[in-house]
């Protein structure tokens, strides 16, 4: 059985129809890559899965129980959690309080998580007691993912976490993405970088202008020229 199950996904701003009967399906323990241009949808699909927006229609199933209507605060108690484009850490807090915010929902052990937090990622550790707005861009998509972790997650919602990070930077990130799914957590992640996210990922889909146009495992895909193509807008 998935652990995420989306069927016949339809979501709008207003009257601005944005995502047309999307389905797909993440299994427990996969790395899972939803790619697309600007402006396919991809963090709408995101916000919706995790309760920031609500659907138009279809089903979305979440460990055999429908979540469609669920509220933010609830899918983390349920054990989605969702690093949002932008990051969005508290910049006046240290850089450990933004973790203990992270777990809010009280899921699991406070101390347990932040040490694997810390043991992914040792440069919050050095940085604990920083400021949060003074790290620099790689640290701080660290520390989002970090907060993300501190709900202990089953699933976690990556959107864009390389964006505009240096290519050496970019390498770290997607590291420890790899880290946190072989220690057993679920990934969905949307990406601009199909070279790197189809590395990481078993399986992708590629959404354009809101349907999903193709799918396939991350091998089939990093060889379909359709997928560059979609990108491009052709
Ligand atoms: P990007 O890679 O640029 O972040 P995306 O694939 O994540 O793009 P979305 O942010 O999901 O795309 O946007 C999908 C469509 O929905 C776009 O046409 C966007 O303009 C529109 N949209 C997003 N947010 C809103 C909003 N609050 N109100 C109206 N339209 C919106």
Not at 44 to 64: A, E, H, M
Request: glycine content about 12%; hydrophobic content about 40%; charged content about 25%.
């Amino acid at each position: 059985m998935a652990l995420l199950d989306v069927t016949d996904l339809d979501v709008a701003y207003g009257d601005i129809h944005v995502i047309w009967d999307v389905d797909f399906s993440v299994d427990a323990g996969e790395t899972v890559a939803l790619l697309g241009a600007n402006g396919a949808g991809k963090t709408t699909i995101l916000k919706t899965i995790c309760g920031v927006l609500s659907p138009l229609d279809g089903d979305i199933v979440y460990g055999g129980e429908s979540i469609t209507e669920i509220a933010p605060e609830e899918a983390v108690r349920r054990g989605i959690a969702h690093v949002p484009e932008g990051r969005e850490i508290f910049a006046d807090s240290t850089v450990k309080r933004n973790l203990e915010l992270g777990a809010y929902t009280n899921r699991g052990a406070m101390g347990e998580n932040l040490e694997r937090v810390y043991e992914i990622f040792p440069r919050l550790e050095e940085r604990a007691g920083q400021r949060a707005g003074t790290l620099s861009g790689g640290e701080q998509q660290m520390l989002a993912i970090g907060r993300g972790l501190m709900s202990e997650p089953d699933l976690l919602l990556l959107d864009e976490a390389s964006l505009g990070l240096a290519p050496v930077l970019v390498d770290d990130v997607f590291e420890a993405i790899q880290r946190i799914n072989e220690q057993g957590t679920t990934v969905f992640l949307v990406e601009q970088d199909i070279h790197n996210a189809l590395r990481v990922a078993d399986r992708g889909y590629v959404l354009k202008s809101g349907r999903i146009e193709l799918s396939g495992s991350a091998e089939e895909l990093a060889g379909d020229e359709r997928v560059e193509a979609s990108y491009l807008g052709e």
